[in-house]
Every structure is written in structure tokens, then in C-alpha cells.
């Protein structure tokens, strides 16, 4: 069974600190693992990553994929209490039927003033 | 344009009642799926449209019953729903190539309550 595990389950931190999020997996037919940040509606696509060791930057968030240990990380620095919600990660599947997207637990992230 | 747009936002019905809840998209994605979001909880994939014909059902209750009219329109027929299937229903769509760097686009959501 495809499984994404994401840790810690939440963290409170202050403005300014640096925080990294982390996702591992266990998936066959592997394609893509993809990073969301969700408040209160959908989710908001922040990344795609398909090739180990390639870090992804936008703004104050970076990620990284290592697919050797079946991970990723996602970096926030900086954090303003505008970063405060549930951060999720999914992976990205092809089977016969199609692609799919299985999601971790999520992260909540609550950044105080 | 980059949206899935889905309507209605939110939506209350009784157990007896026979709604739809839309979703549309305009990016030329061949791939649309339905997702259910408890609160607290990560989305759950409940069907996959692939070019328009149903590719996954993950063994949802047959009083949801998924229809895609065409490539940009997606709907979730819902009829004798229980309180419990409260929840954000979420719609997506993606490229099947994945080739766009976009990954999966989220809608908005529908905000469902039975009573």
C-alpha cells in the first residue's frame, strides 16, 4: 500500500525562525511529489519535484527531494505569521488506470508574532 | 487561464434531498479527479476521470455518483447523503503528462453540510 508520511504533525514557532518541514514515502510507480500549502479553502500548489537534489526556490520557501532515501524537505526561512496553515505533501502516482495523488497527514505550522 | 473553478462554494442539504456540486476547467487537462476533506484531515481521492471516461472509484458509497459531460466539466451527483459526509469537497485537474510544472490544480472547493 502507496504510504506518505509527513513529520513533525505540528510545530509553533516565532517570526523569524527558520523551519523544515519533512515528507517521506513508500510508493511504486513513482512520478512526482508535490508540496501545498492549505488555510482555510483548497490547497495552494507550492511545489513539484521530480529529480533528486535539485532544490526548488520561491521567495522564503525552498524544497528538495532525495529520492534515494524517499524524502523531501520543505524550507521556510524567515517565517511570518502569514505562513501559518497546514502544509501538505502528495505524491504523484501512475498506475493503470492513471495518475493519482496520495497525501500525507499534513503539517500545521502556527507562526506567533 | 489557470483555475478550476467549482460551484457552489459552500451547500446544506437534507438527507433526502438530490443536489450537484461543478467543477470546470479551461486548461485543457485530460485528467479531473474529486476529493473529499474531512476537517483535520488530508483529502482523500474519491474518483479519477481520464479523457472522460471514469478510471478509478476508491470504493465510494454509490449515493455519490460522479459524470463528466465533457473534457472541461466535472460533476458529482449527490442523492440520500448522510450527516457524515460533511466535508470540503475538492476538485483537481492535471496534465497527464505532468510536463507543465504545474502538478495538480486544486479548485476552490465546495463546503457541503447535510442535516
Known amino acids: 500500500e502507496d504510504k506518505v508520511v509527513q513529520s513533525p504533525l505540528s510545530l509553533v514557532v516565532h517570526e523569524g525562525d527558520t523551519v523544515t518541514l519533512n515528507c517521506s514515502y513508500e510508493?511504486?510507480?513513482?512520478?512526482?511529489l508535490l508540496w501545498y500549502k492549505q488555510e482555510k479553502k483548497a490547497p495552494t500548489f507550492l511545489f513539484m519535484l521530480?529529480?533528486?537534489?535539485i532544490e526548488k526556490k520561491s521567495g522564503r520557501l525552498s524544497s528538495i527531494l532525495d529520492k534515494k532515501e524517499l524524502s523531501s524537505i520543505l524550507n521556510i526561512t524567515a517565517t511570518q505569521t502569514g505562513d501559518s496553515a497546514i502544509y501538505l505533501c502528495?505524491?504523484?502516482?501512475?498506475?493503470?488506470?492513471?495518475?493519482?495523488?496520495?497525501f500525507g497527514g499534513g503539517t500545521r505550522l502556527m507562526v506567533k508574532p | 487561464d489557470t483555475e478550476v473553478t467549482q460551484t457552489p462554494k459552500h451547500l446544506v442539504m437534507g438527507m433526502t434531498n438530490k443536489k450537484s456540486l461543478k467543477c470546470e476547467q479551461h486548461?485543457?487537462?485530460?485528467?479531473m479527479y474529486w476529493y473529499k476533506q474531512k476537517a483535520k484531515k488530508p483529502p482523500e481521492l474519491m474518483f479519477v476521470?481520464?479523457?472522460?471516461?471514469?478510471?478509478i472509484n476508491e470504493s465510494v458509497p454509490s449515493r455519490f455518483s460522479p459524470e463528466c459531460p465533457n473534457s472541461s466539466l466535472l460533476n458529482l451527483h449527490l442523492h440520500a447523503l448522510q450527516p457524515e459526509d460533511s466535508a470540503l469537497y475538492l476538485c483537481?485537474?492535471?496534465?497527464?503528462?505532468?510536463?507543465?510544472?504545474?502538478?495538480?490544480?486544486f479548485g476552490s472547493g465546495t463546503r457541503l453540510t447535510v442535516v
Open positions: 502528495a505524491v504523484e502516482i501512475r498506475n493503470n488506470a492513471g495518475n493519482m495523488l496520495t
Open positions: 483537481a485537474s492535471s496534465g497527464l503528462s505532468t510536463a507543465t510544472n504545474y502538478g495538480y490544480t
Open positions: 486548461m485543457g487537462h485530460r485528467a
Open positions: 510508493v511504486t510507480n513513482f512520478r512526482s
Open positions: 476521470y481520464s479523457y472522460e471516461k471514469l478510471s
Open positions: 521530480t529529480s533528486s537534489g
